[in-house]
């Protein structure tokens, strides 16, 4: 038993002897240099430590987010606008959620509106339509104040903006 043990620890470091030998060796081929080995080493524990650091794990945890209420949608609606360059965007259809604990006086939250974009003209005609053209998906810092939580429009950052077929 404890023959088949000494065989598996054997085999575990013989190949990560064998895995830095390769990593130092590229190392050279690819930066023509000497490699920092002690540089090397310490990004690789660095980089093992954070997979395993109890904030990595929570994130990989699989959580719903907490649909959350601000108090200044419209706001918000019309810098989403402004950042998106898109005509529109719809403060009805506004989804607002977080990840974080609601308890917490700043919170980072998730925005998802339905864009529309300018109207089309077509030989001469102008056709207004009503469906959304764009989803915009955008992130913020919030807080509560006195009336509630309140997003703050200088944090909003457009995330991604997807058209609509």
């Known amino acids: 038993m404890a023959n088949k043990i000494l065989r598996v620890v054997l085999i575990i470091v013989l190949f990560i002897v064998f895995f830095e030998i390769g990593l130092f060796s590229s190392y050279t081929i690819v930066t023509a240099e000497a490699p920092n080995i002690q540089g090397l080493v310490d990004m690789q524990i660095s980089k093992v430590q954070e997979i395993f650091s109890p904030e990595k794990v929570n994130d990989a945890l699989i959580k719903d987010p907490t649909p959350i ?11 989403m606008e402004e950042l998106s360059k898109v005509d529109g965007v719809n403060v009805d259809s506004m989804n607002i959620t977080t990840f974080d604990d609601t ?16 109207p089309n003209s ?19 810092q919030a807080s509560y104040k006195e009336n509630g939580l309140r997003a703050d429009e200088n944090t909003v950052a457009i995330t991604s903006i997807l058209k609509l077929y």
């Open 103 to 118: 308890d917490n006086k700043n919170l980072t939250i998730n925005i998802e509106a339905l864009g529309y974009a300018s």
């Open 69 to 79: 209420n601000i108090t200044n949608k419209k706001d918000v609606a019309l810098k």
């Open 122 to 140: 077509t030989s001469g005609q102008i056709i207004i339509s009503q469906d959304p053209s764009y989803k915009v998906i955008a992130t913020a």
